[in-house]
């Protein structure tokens, strides 16, 4: 079974080349995180900033408010600052996962989590904004056991339709 849904995967192709205006991805991050986790959104893709504030904007509509659950949505990619890839080969890593079935082992950016969530902790995160960068591309904790299982729901949903 092929896990890649094409119209969403060419929208989000076709909005990378979008012009944006960081001023105001930068004024909802300042809303929300500490100057540290600042930092880290600054070094982010201007694509990954907007995709960051259309994650926590999902959220938001959704109900949520936990200051932690907002900084974990605008910073759950931040790893990808990290791995330096220009877009080609961006799209040549969702088409190769695509192309895997769903248990098939995922590459490229198979580690922007882990690395996103050393460099938020690194910056000073909450043991619980570090674990939800962490898990947000994990298995779903089903059924959610505790508060931090139902932010790991949320975050994936809302991240997932971004």
């Known amino acids: 079974m092929v896990s890649v849904r094409p119209l969403y995967r060419a929208?989000?192709?076709?909005r990378a080349f979008?012009?944006?205006d960081p001023n105001a991805f930068l004024a909802v991050a300042e809303a929300h995180l500490s100057p540290g986790q600042l930092a880290l959104f600054r070094q982010m893709s201007l694509y990954d900033q907007e995709h960051a504030v259309d994650v926590l904007s999902?959220?938001?509509r959704q109900g949520w408010q936990d200051a932690e659950l907002m900084q974990a949505a605008l910073l759950h990619d931040v790893g990808k600052a990290f791995?330096?890839?220009?877009?080609?080969r961006r799209?040549?890593?969702?088409?190769?996962?695509?192309a895997q079935t769903e248990a098939g082992p995922r590459r490229g950016?198979?580690?922007h989590a882990e690395i996103g969530a050393e460099a938020a902790e690194r910056a000073g995160s909450s043991p619980d904004v570090v674990a939800l960068i962490r898990r947000h591309h994990a298995p779903l904790p089903l059924p959610p056991r505790n508060r931090l299982d139902d932010w790991i729901i949320a975050l994936h949903m809302a991240d997932e339709s971004a």
Not at 91 to 98: G, I
């Open 11 to 14: 929208r989000q192709f076709f």
């Open 18 to 20: 979008r012009r944006r």
């Open 58 to 60: 999902r959220l938001r």
């Open 83 to 88: 791995v330096r890839a220009n877009l080609w």
């Open 91 to 98: 799209v040549a890593h969702v088409l190769l996962w695509a």
């Open 109 to 111: 950016y198979a580690r």
